[in-house]
T-cell receptor
């Protein structure tokens, strides 16, 4: 069974641009969560989608948005990029709507904003 | 709000020595508890999890953790560390009322000296 796939693995963008990151969960998983990892703030929850609906949202500005498609694939978008958005963005998939099992993480997308 | 504290930012142990990584959480009820490991530039791999039942849980790679409700702790242990265990370790808390959202500790970087 294929794992969680995140594309692209690396991305360099200029301040002010926007970016879209993609996450394909494990087959059959309907929950996708996104996390931002930085040296200063650690791992922070961005949002979770389940069956195309956002269920939870972290404390991030509105520039960060996401969506989930009917095949459970998810995208997150960051508009008007700032230098501080440079981070490793991790996606996690889970099979259920509640936490009765583990979350499986992808290898992440490393975003660098210059 | 839930929080997770990992008091040790760095730990160095000799190969073959025992290891204990500390984790304390703040939450009113019994949370779901996890330990993840991350190698540089990679995603997170689950070592073990606690949902309920036996408070001593066994994980992969010879790791175990003990849930102590009275101390709000979930410390990770390994009797004999191998050089390949060098990585960053994260303790995480999940709360079923928040779907699959995880709250992570700041992480502990483990160095193994030969």
């Amino acid at each position: 069974k294929a794992g969680v796939t995140q594309t692209p693995r690396y991305l360099i963008k200029t301040r002010g641009q926007q970016v879209t990151l993609s996450c394909s969960p494990i087959s059959g998983h309907r929950s996708v969560s996104w996390y931002q990892q930085t040296p200063g703030q650690g791992l922070q929850f961005l949002f979770e989608y389940f069956s195309e609906t956002q269920r939870n949202k972290g404390n991030f500005p509105g520039r960060f948005s996401g969506r989930q498609f009917s095949n459970s694939r998810s995208e997150m978008n960051v508009s008007t990029l700032e230098l501080g958005d440079s981070a490793l963005y991790l996606c996690a998939s889970s099979p259920a709507s509640t936490m009765n099992t583990e979350a499986f993480f992808g290898q992440g997308t490393r975003l660098t904003v210059v | 709000a839930q929080s997770v504290t990992q008091p040790d930012i760095h730990i160095t142990v000799s190969e073959g020595a025992s290891l204990e990584l500390r984790c304390n959480y703040s939450y009113g009820a019994t949370p779901y508890l996890f330990w993840y490991v991350q190698s540089p530039g990679q995603g997170l791999q689950l070592l073990l999890k606690y949902f309920s039942g036996d408070t001593l849980v066994q994980g992969i790679k010879g790791f175990e953790a003990e849930f102590k409700r009275s101390q709000s702790s979930f410390n990770l242990r390994k009797p004999s560390v191998h050089w390949s265990d060098a990585a960053e370790y994260f303790c995480a808390v999940g709360v079923k009322e928040y779907g699959n959202k995880l709250v992570f500790g700041a992480g502990t970087i483990l160095r193994v000296k030969s």
